[in-house]
Structures are given as structure tokens and as C-alpha cells.
């Protein structure tokens, strides 16, 4: 069975850092680029960042370029965001997803004071 399995998230402080991981497991995951999404309450689920499979392009929405850091671990089976300088406007449900749509089920992420 095809799976995407998020951890990482959890409530911080507006200025400071969380990973993200997505395991992905019961697949080949050197053959798909992968992705994070995040969706926000009341909005559309938006793009974030996505990664090729070799892991040598990367892109991001111009609201995290410069703060998040998509990567990922073919060995592992691992992908990676690395978020920081948090802002509260990042408060969202993150979600992995594999290129061909396949999507993992989100894990919070809370930026407070």
C-alpha cells in the first residue's frame, strides 16, 4: 500500500524553525518528484515548494523563497522541509505529495505568540 506520512509539525513561536518529513513508504521513490502543499483556514491549498527527482531543482512560492528549504533523501525514502524564520501567515496544514497526486494525510503547523 502506497504511503505518505507526514511529522514535524506543531505550534512555535512567530521567528523560529520546524522540519517537516514525509516518509514515504510501499513505493519507488526515486521515481517521482515530490512536493509540499500547505492549506490554510477558509483558503485553497497552495504550493510551497517542489523537488526533482535527483533532488537538484528545487522551486518555491515567493512567500517562503528565501525561508524554507525543500529537500529530500533517496535513500531514505525521506522528504524534508525545513522551515524558518517562521511567520504566523504560515499557519497551515502541510501536506506531501508525490507527482502523481498521491497525497499524504497533513500535519499541522501553528506559528503564534
Known amino acids: 500500500q502506497v504511503q505518505l506520512v507526514e511529522s514535524g509539525g506543531g505550534l512555535v513561536q512567530p521567528g523560529e524553525s520546524l522540519r517537516l518529513t514525509c516518509q514515504v513508504i510501499g513505493f519507488s521513490f526515486t521515481q517521482y518528484a515530490m512536493s509540499w502543499y500547505r492549506q490554510a483556514p477558509g483558503k485553497e491549498r497552495e504550493l510551497v515548494a517542489d523537488?526533482?527527482?535527483?533532488?537538484?531543482?528545487?522551486k518555491y512560492a515567493p512567500s517562503v523563497n528565501g525561508r524554507f528549504t525543500i529537500s529530500r533523501d533517496n535513500a531514505k525514502g525521506t522528504v524534508y522541509l525545513q522551515m524558518n524564520n517562521l511567520k504566523p501567515e504560515d499557519t497551515a496544514v502541510y501536506y506531501c505529495?508525490?507527482?502523481?497526486?498521491?497525497w499524504g494525510q497533513g500535519t499541522q503547523v501553528t506559528v503564534s505568540s
Open positions: 505529495r508525490r507527482s502523481d497526486n498521491t
Open positions: 523537488i526533482s527527482i535527483s533532488g537538484s531543482l528545487a
